[in-house]
């Protein structure tokens, strides 16, 4: 098998994650455990649905690097046609909106009401978009990122963003993210996130709306 050398890139980092998805599964898990037919609960087919608007709707303009469980995680590098400033943020609406869409059509289809199931209609999305350095190389035959930029954006998935948005649904952009790609902050609301080893972060907080 021939391994590809690693590629030095810069760009832009893109997670998008779904809020609640572990303590949903987990209840659908618990309610279901009894169940004495081969029928998987809707809840995974809607997991999956939503997993593949994301990718959908984010892939192209970005690179699909891989899924992390309730998240996508997509990179592009300087040389590709990635969405700027309103542009960037219309992107991640319309993933946001087709993201609402999928869930909703779910609850409308599906046959189970148990009280775990309905925990569904509170799952949100939220997206990280982070801006910097990072070496793609082959890990297992597969592509892998990796980079203390990297790391940056996976950390910033924990933040008090959700706090400051008033609600689940946000788009949290690094100011290297904004000023690289000339993102306005008119909307937004600004955040200053520390980590150890790294220096402080500041962001900017968007809230998502549909409609």
């Known amino acids: 098998m021939s391994v590809l050398a690693p ?15 572990t303590s949903f599964l987990q209840a659908v898990s618990v309610a279901h455990a009894n169940d004495t037919d081969a029928r998987i609960p809707d809840a995974y087919a809607m997991m999956s649905s939503l997993l593949d608007g994301i990718v959908e709707r984010m892939v192209p303009p970005f690179t699909l690097s891989k899924l992390e469980g309730d998240a996508v995680f997509a990179f592009a590098t300087d040389d590709d046609n990635v969405p700027a400033g309103e542009a960037l943020l219309a992107c991640l609406a319309d993933c946001y909106a087709e993201f609402q869409r999928r869930r909703d059509v779910a609850h409308e289809i599906w046959t189970c009401d148990c009280g775990a199931c309905i925990l569904g209609n509170g799952l949100d999305l939220k997206f990280i978009v982070h801006a910097g350095s990072f070496i793609v190389q082959s890990i297992a035959g597969g592509r892998e990122l990796v ?14 963003a959700a706090v400051v948005a008033g609600g689940k649904g946000y788009a949290l952009i690094t ?16 955040l200053v996130e520390t980590y150890d080893h790294y220096a402080p972060i500041d962001c900017w907080v968007y809230r998502l709306r549909v409609g």
């Open 7 to 21: 590629v030095r890139a810069k760009g832009p980092l893109l997670l998008a994650d779904i809020s609640g998805y």
């Open 147 to 160: 980079g203390p930029d990297v790391v940056m954006a996976h950390r910033l998935l924990k933040t008090g």
């Open 175 to 190: 100011a290297p993210a904004v000023e690289r790609f000339g993102v306005p902050t008119d909307d937004a609301r600004p």
